[in-house]
């Protein structure tokens, strides 16, 4: 891509009269675009459908972390903040950066961090503020990329501010090219604790918006491209992120065209790149999912759920000595026994593992203090779908996993701990003793 091609197309664009309403849906596709791939790079989890929900409904689907859903809306923000930073008659100021920052962060918090021994620890992040400590990475070789001192950063920021405001004064590069190299050179100082991404394609933007061209979206997608062009550029070969920010100028110059000359602007690939996306997405946390079968069933019993049903017949038996009798039951039942959970349900499952196994806890006669003598039943279920199984005691689902999640030793205690004290809680009550 030729910077001279970027000129025509900034050229055309600007014979064309754009109407306040193609402006408006121009710049509403570049907020959606721009606030949902500079937020996923950095690993936001909004998928590209729950951002252009979040912005066109103030509403969000799926379960997502609370400082996900505030990132992404403070981050639109910042692209307002930018916008009217690039028409101001004032060039940007360092204090301008510290703003964008601060508003894409919010608030302070706490993220993992390591200490100089290599020691996990939790490092407070306040927004705007520079870093008072080295940020350095550790790359995929192992070695270690360093970024600017700490005591560095101001002097840096400075130099690189001074730099923009003559640049676009007098200007020794063409716009895309001065984008991508004080993109580059922020990124080296990192001077925050955190939003340095952002914050750097933002900076970016600005001389962009300010030279009269529409923004650069790096694509969440071309991820892999962005970051092999910034390490070419620590390297001293800048011509590649250059190259590679240029395709994507040139593709938003198109679309501002587009909107101009009153066309669709809506990208015929759009769900294609977001099922891409997601299916990338889940298959890198992917599970897994195994279906229902008598042999996943059988394994998960024996890690699982025959101790668990032996544990909680033990601590059942507790509740005996004041009852008149005491039964615990299958069904399906298993022939000629009665009480014997665990070989009711290998005898169920060498029959198959068809439909459900149900465990029917009954205590007759209360024999202690109440206004009358009462009998209880509790019901425990096993349920088995296609390819989870859940555990429901009475109307209550206890949880639901898949076949290859088996229960931990502590979570078989825990939930026969919690049957043992619901039935308890219901004979205090039932006897008259629940306030004693």
């Known amino acids: 891509m030729k910077t001279s091609d970027l000129t025509d197309k900034l050229a ?39 951002t252009e929900l979040l912005f066109n409904h103030d509403k969000v689907t799926g379960t997502h972390s609370l400082r996900d859903i505030e990132e992404m809306k403070a981050h639109d923000v910042a692209i307002g903040q930018l916008r009217t930073l690039a028409t101001d008659e004032r060039p940007i100021t360092e204090s301008d950066i510290r703003q964008l920052n601060a508003t894409l ?52 920021i400075h130099e690189l501010i001074t730099w923009i405001r003559e640049e676009l004064e007098n200007p020794q590069f063409h716009p895309i090219e001065a984008a991508a190299l004080a993109h580059h050179r922020f990124v080296l100082i990192h001077p925050f604790d955190d939003g340095n991404g952002r914050t750097a394609r933002l900076l970016m933007n600005y001389i962009l918006l300010r030279s009269g061209y529409p923004p650069v979206i790096v694509k969440t997608e071309t991820k892999p491209e962005y970051l092999a062009a910034l390490q070419l550029a620590d390297a001293g070969e800048p011509a590649r992120l250059i190259e590679f920010l240029a395709k994507e100028l040139d593709w938003s110059l198109d679309v501002s065209i587009k909107a101009a000359k009153g066309a669709s602007i809506a990208d015929e690939d759009d769900l294609d790149k977001e099922i891409a996306i997601f299916v990338k997405n889940q298959t890198d946390t992917a599970k897994d999912v195994v279906p229902r079968s008598k042999e996943a069933i059988e394994t998960l019993a024996e890690t699982s759920l025959i ?68 009998d209880l039943q509790h019901q425990l279920i096993f349920n088995f779908t296609q390819f989870e199984y859940s555990i429901h005691h009475q109307n209550s689902v206890m949880d639901t996993r898949l076949y290859s999640e088996p229960l931990l030793q502590e979570e078989i205690r825990d939930m026969a701990s919690k049957i043992q004290a619901s039935i308890f809680e219901e004979i205090k009550k039932r006897s008259g003793q629940a306030s004693r």
């Open 12 to 50: 055309e664009l600007q014979t064309l009269e754009m109407s306040p309403a193609d402006e408006k849906r121009l710049w509403k596709k570049f907020q959606l675009e721009w606030n949902y791939h500079s937020n996923h790079i950095e690993g936001n989890t909004l998928t590209y459908g729950e």
């Open 105 to 156: 962060l919010k608030e302070p918090f706490y993220k993992d961090a390591m200490t100089a021994d290599g020691k996990p620890t939790k490092k407070r992040i306040d927004p705007g503020e520079y870093k008072t400590t080295p940020n350095n990475v550790i790359q995929k070789d192992g070695s270690i990329f360093e970024f600017a001192p700490p005591a560095e950063v101001p002097e840096k």
């Open 307 to 374: 101790p668990f049903l032996n544990l909680l017949t033990d601590k059942l038996e507790k509740f005996s000595p004041i009852f008149v009798s005491t039964m615990i039951t299958s069904n399906p039942p298993t022939p000629g026994e009665n009480g014997d959970l665990e070989k009711a349900m290998r005898y169920w499952i060498s029959q198959g593992a068809k439909n459900n196994f149900t465990v029917i806890m009954r205590m007759n006669g209360f024999k202690g203090e109440a206004p009358t003598p009462f």
